[in-house]
């Protein structure tokens, strides 16, 4: 249980950051960054997304994210916050209650701020992680254990919620080529920075409880043993429209399942596509 909620943040966003390449560097030129107010930005201030998360039968956790607009050092950014937590039944076994926040530029995505609050179960945990790109250096603040650590920020290192909603900004998925795997970079924790990998599947019809949804479905690639079942363990779907947003995530554990469906959203900048029967 200890895993639902981590495990829902880290794949929703590695699994779509993910799809398109290993982004080696920002984008330079204003011109080609996605503006605010573009048409084709994927997103905008006040969209929020409900996810009921399942561990086997139970009905285990839920899962929210909220874009809102804020201000670091005087530079307008997005502010997405992301909660979950454990509910019902579960909770009396196991309390979740994680919140996941991240600040990043409007203009070009580039991650400021990163903040990361766990309690589960008794265990805590506070890090908050601020990125200087002008000194190429990214601060992790481990206030629980009084410890600070330095990275450096090679390429165009995201944090785990900036890199979902910078792809879905920037990227279209007309170019996609199924069974290709792609690589990004994100730096979360203090091991340091990752390297995930992905594979396009193509795309999928599913069921929902708003009705059937055209989704496009990715498989990270991840390590077995230890957390996951096997290499090929997770699975993301995600709505093939302008909204880009997941619709589905299931992961085989090497105990039980998880899975996890949209369950509410607010605020879709675009139109939500449904298909009518």
């Not at 209650?97 to 903040?115: A, H, I, L, M, Q």
Request: net charge positive.
């Amino acid at each position: 249980m200890k895993k639902i909620i981590v495990l829902f943040f880290a794949t929703i966003t590695l699994s779509l950051a993910g799809q398109y390449a290993v982004v080696e560097s920002y984008k330079k030129n204003d011109d080609n960054a996605v503006k605010e107010d573009s048409k084709s930005s994927a997103f905008k201030p006040g969209e929020w997304l409900k996810f009921r998360v399942h561990y086997g039968f139970l009905n285990a956790s839920y899962a929210t994210l909220h874009v809102k607009n804020n201000m670091i050092d005087s530079i307008p950014v997005y502010h997405v916050v992301g909660r979950g937590k454990t509910t019902g039944f579960a909770s009396i076994f196991f309390k979740v209650d994680d919140t996941y926040e991240s600040y990043f530029d409007k203009k070009d995505g580039k991650p400021y701020r990163f903040v990361r609050k766990l309690y589960e179960g008794g265990y805590t945990k506070d890090v908050e992680i601020n990125f200087d790109h002008e000194k190429e250096v990214a601060v992790l603040n481990d206030k629980k254990n009084d410890k600070k650590l330095n990275f450096t920020l090679q390429d165009s290192v995201q944090d785990l919620i900036s890199a979902f909603y910078y792809l879905r900004n920037n990227y279209e998925f007309d170019d996609l080529v199924q069974g290709e795997a792609l690589e990004l970079k994100v730096l979360y924790d203090d091991d340091g920075i990752y390297r995930f990998k992905l594979r396009y599947l193509g795309k999928e019809i599913i069921k929902t409880k708003f009705g059937k949804v055209e989704c496009l479905k990715f498989q990270p690639l991840v390590q077995s043993g230890r957390v996951f079942k096997e290499k090929e363990s997770l699975a993301l779907w995600v709505s093939n429209d302008s909204n880009k947003i997941p619709i589905r995530i299931k992961a085989n554990l090497t105990v039980g399942a998880i899975s996890a469906d949209l369950d509410g959203y607010n605020g879709l900048k675009h139109q939500f596509k449904i298909i009518m029967d």
